[in-house]
């Protein structure tokens, strides 16, 4: 029997800073409601989708950095997305800064957390490939995850939600092979994956026209690779004063993008995807078990 799923990756256009929560969630649940309508089960939002991508700003004052992180997921604030995934039976990962309190000292990730279609948390993931810097540099697009997201530490977790085998990434996480490959030795089926890209890079003009290839080069490598489905969410637009790419998609075992975004603002693309291609492709070329070498990959060649 055939096994499928309707994958929805959920666009968001920019959140300003003026944006309240539950400005923000009234957003979110729009957009699932319009992911079920699609008859999707399963659905992405981006990284830090409840706030602006507010590593682009050095901020001292701690009281005002705390704005920006959930101290807990849900909270009163968040909860109604989590009945609307109930009412509308559609699971979702959402990204969004994690402070957990440890003691007198506040650890803090950038995290997502997956939600089944009982409007349950199945688990969170930490970013593992925490880019930027700790301060800003000369020449650089400044970027501070670093200093506001220590690395996550829960691994490459992959969660059984709803008869589906579901791993998590943030952003930077889709550029490196060790995501996919970490995920789908873990079982992943599904890879969801929130970003926040920005279009300008200051330390290396002559890139940026690349921003849009860079973005769906891994992701069509992962899945491919790695014979795995993968959903990808942008926050997108002119957010406050920075432009952030676009492009969410939706990305077959095979390497195709199968569904692609074409705005910059709030929208959905959807897909009903085949599980049964991932055996398929596993089938052509990547056969783990049969094919991979992993006494022998760490052989040092005099
Ligand atoms: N949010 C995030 O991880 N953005 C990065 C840009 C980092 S530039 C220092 C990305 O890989 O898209």
Redesign the pocket.
């Known amino acids: 029997m055939t096994r499928r799923v309707k994958l929805a990756a959920c666009q968001m256009g920019p959140v300003q800073s003026s944006a309240s929560r539950p400005e923000v969630v009234g957003r979110l649940i729009h957009l699932l409601e319009r992911a079920a309508k699609d008859g999707a089960t399963l659905a992405v939002f981006p990284?830090?989708a409840l706030t602006t991508?507010f590593?682009r700003w050095e901020i001292d004052n701690e009281t005002k950095l705390d704005v920006f992180y959930e101290a807990s997921f849900p909270n009163a604030e968040t909860q109604p997305l989590l009945d609307a995934a109930r009412r509308l039976r559609i699971g979702f990962a959402i990204g969004f800064a994690e402070m957990v309190q440890d003691g007198a000292a506040k650890q803090r990730f950038?995290t997502m957390a997956l939600v089944d279609a009982e409007g349950q948390v199945a688990g969170l993931y930490r970013?593992m490939?925490?880019?930027?810097?700790e301060m800003p540099e000369p020449g650089?697009?400044v970027?501070l995850?670093r200093r506001y997201f220590a690395p996550g530490n829960l691994g490459f977790p992959v969660f059984d939600i709803d008869g589906l085998r579901v791993g998590l990434a943030?952003?930077?996480?889709?550029?490196w092979p060790e995501t996919y490959r970490m995920l789908c030795l873990n079982g992943a089926e599904i890879v969801l994956i929130g970003?926040?890209?920005?279009l300008l890079?200051d330390e290396a003009p002559q890139l940026a026209h690349l921003r849009m290839f860079h973005?769906h080069l891994p992701m069509q490598a992962g899945a491919y690779q790695n014979t795995v489905w993968v959903a990808a969410a942008a926050k997108a637009g002119l957010e406050d004063g920075q432009a952030l790419?676009g492009g969410s998609c939706i990305i077959a075992p095979t390497g195709e993008i199968t569904a692609l975004a074409t705005s910059l603002a709030d929208e959905v693309v959807t897909y009903d995807a085949d599980l049964g291609l991932i055996e398929t492709c596993r089938r052509v070329n990547f056969d783990f078990a049969r094919y991979r070498r992993p006494d022998q990959y760490r052989r040092i060649c005099e």
């Open positions: 990284e830090l991508f590593p950038n970013k490939h925490v880019p930027g810097s650089v697009t970027h995850e943030l952003c930077n996480d889709r550029r970003y926040n890209t920005p890079l973005n790419i």
